[in-house]
């Protein structure tokens, strides 16, 4: 069959160009500074501080998704009712949505004076502004992965394993802790990790939120652009290679875990 | 087939209510929140926002940028699903994982990897700068960063289908003696036109919403090198946030469309075009 010479030739191309290229001058360019230039550059206060928020709001929010996604995932498959194809296409929303949009949208919600942030201020909850709404916005952005990774696998859960549970006696919470959630680990794991992963390099859907002040809610990728608006090209490389290595190596133990949990 | 206990019922119904009481304060809110800003001095003056010079070359560089992003991944995805989906090779699976990585990369970092390349102090810069070439903050910079954002969208789609599909079809039109290019025409694109549209439409979606690479690469001259969801913030930190929801409620628009649209899809071809 022919045209395999072709197509990778052509692949290959595509993907050196577009993306090993620029990712090998991300790699190289913090070097520049030299190993303890590299390291005095990521131990300054406003990027640990401005790494910390990045990736404990994102494992947060992650978190916070999963029985969010869950619970929708389970009235999509389990349940009938008006409106279920609507519900299915409004999950989408998050990937459909510009981040600038959702950025927007979630400040006028969330502001002192929005649909939700003037009740929520009424209770003494400031969410705009805050880092209160750098996860709100990560929540948003993130639901969808944990829904669409957890929806098939439901759907091909043996509902016969639930009713032997129960014919054997076991109650709700006992089926759910014995016999669903076991099953469903992996792919919450999966979406957690897809969710945390979108999060916590999110830009345009949290500056709008954020307040962005240095030290208390300026996210990673913020800094990145602030140091890059000051042509500081080595400073900003090395705050993204940071990002990338970190978010990596918890990708890579979320994988771990997600493969002990199949065995 | 639903054998619950009638005890379950009160149950059932509340977790419902609390599953779709949540799916409208997280998604639908927002939504409707944008529509709302951006009416709220009533349709003309919304309109009129749209109208501005700036906001229209804003909308035009936007069609532009994805005009030409858009081929390009789609040329490069179809060569790549077909060489992972048809052929055994090592380093597939690698491959693949390669293809994808710009979904887990950081928008800004998106941008940053093409200043470091072709901005003024970077590997290119001089170079460029003694032939007076302007890609960072011009209208290349725009493009490569958007390429470089969608660029798993159409490989993604296609990879599934096609290996599921096999390579029996393409071998007996092989052996009847068609050449690659008739084989892939008249066998392959006809299977995979569906799911090829999904990849398109979702590729275009977010190249036409892509905020934080475009935004690293742009410099934010208006009228000249900023695409709408860059003029939606320049709008907003101005002020003027009529105008402002206005360009979001047509970006807005512009995603449902496509969520529309993938519905249909979806309905045509038997795959599920995965947004992930």
């Known amino acids: 069959m022919p045209g395999f010479g072709l197509s990778l030739g052509v692949a290959l191309l595509w993907l050196g160009l577009i993306v090993l290229l620029p990712l090998s001058a991300l790699a190289a360019r913090p070097w520049t500074l030299g190993l303890q230039g590299v390291l005095d550059s990521l131990a300054d206060p406003r990027v640990l501080a401005a790494l910390r928020l990045s990736f404990l709001s994102a494992l947060a929010a992650a978190a916070v998704n999963v029985p969010i996604g869950l619970l929708l995932a389970w009235v999509m498959v389990r349940e009938n009712f008006p409106g279920r194809r609507w519900l299915d296409a409004a999950i989408d929303l998050p990937f459909a949505l510009p981040t600038a949009v959702a950025g927007l949208a979630l400040t006028a919600l969330y502001a002192p004076n929005g649909w939700l942030g003037a009740p929520l201020a009424a209770v003494g909850l400031k969410v705009a502004y805050t880092p209160l709404g750098i996860g709100v916005a990560m929540l948003f952005v993130g639901l969808p992965f944990v829904v669409r990774s957890v929806e098939p696998v439901l759907r091909d859960l043996p509902r016969e394993a639930e009713e032997a549970a129960a014919t054997l006696g076991a109650d709700g919470v006992q089926t759910w802790w014995r016999v669903i959630l076991p099953a469903l680990l992996p792919a919450l794991l999966a979406g957690f990790a897809m969710a945390f992963a979108r999060a916590v390099g999110e830009y345009g859907s949290v500056i709008f939120i954020a307040g962005n002040r240095p030290m208390v809610s300026e996210i990673a990728p913020l800094l990145i652009v602030v140091r890059l608006e000051q042509f500081d090209y080595a400073g900003a490389s090395a705050v993204g290679l940071a990002m990338l290595v970190l978010a990596f190596i918890i990708l890579l133990a979320l994988n771990l875990l997600q493969r002990r949990n199949r065995g | ?276």
């Not at chain 2, 901005?119 to 490569?144: K, S, T, Y």
Request: overall charge positive; hydrophobic content about 60%.
């Open chain 2, 1 to 276: 087939m639903r054998r619950l206990r009638d005890g379950n019922h009160f149950l059932r119904l509340s977790v419902l209510l609390v599953a779709i009481a949540l799916a409208c304060v997280i998604l639908l809110l927002p939504l409707a929140a944008v529509f709302t800003e951006a009416l709220r001095r009533g349709i003309p003056v919304a309109l009129q926002a749209l109208a501005d010079p700036d906001a229209w070359a804003a909308i035009q560089l936007t069609l532009l940028v994805a005009a030409i992003a858009v081929p390009v991944n789609t040329v490069g995805g179809i060569a790549a699903a077909w060489c992972i989906a048809k052929f055994e090779f090592p380093g597939r699976r690698f491959l693949l994982a390669l293809i994808e990585l710009p979904f887990s990369v950081s928008p800004v970092i998106s941008g940053l990897v093409w200043v470091l390349l072709f901005g003024a102090h970077g590997w290119f810069g001089e170079w460029l700068q003694e032939r007076n070439i302007q890609i960072i903050f011009a209208l290349p910079g725009l493009v490569l960063a958007t390429i470089f954002v969608t660029f798993p969208f159409v490989a993604r789609t296609l990879v599934p289908l096609m290996q599921e599909q096999g390579r029996g079809a393409e071998e007996a039109a092989a052996t009847l003696g068609a050449s690659g290019w008739q084989i892939f025409r008249r066998v392959t694109l006809p299977d995979i036109r569906w799911a090829l549209l999904s990849g398109i439409l979702l590729c275009n979606a977010r190249a036409m919403g892509e905020f934080g690479a475009v935004s690293v690469v742009s410099g934010h001259i208006r009228g000249e090198t900023n695409t709408m969801p860059l003029h939606v913030e320049i709008l907003y930190n101005e002020y003027q946030f009529v105008a402002a929801f206005a360009v979001a409620a047509l970006l807005a628009l512009l995603a449902l469309v496509t969520l529309g649209a993938k519905a249909l899809l979806e309905r045509h071809g038997s795959s599920r075009a995965s947004l992930l």
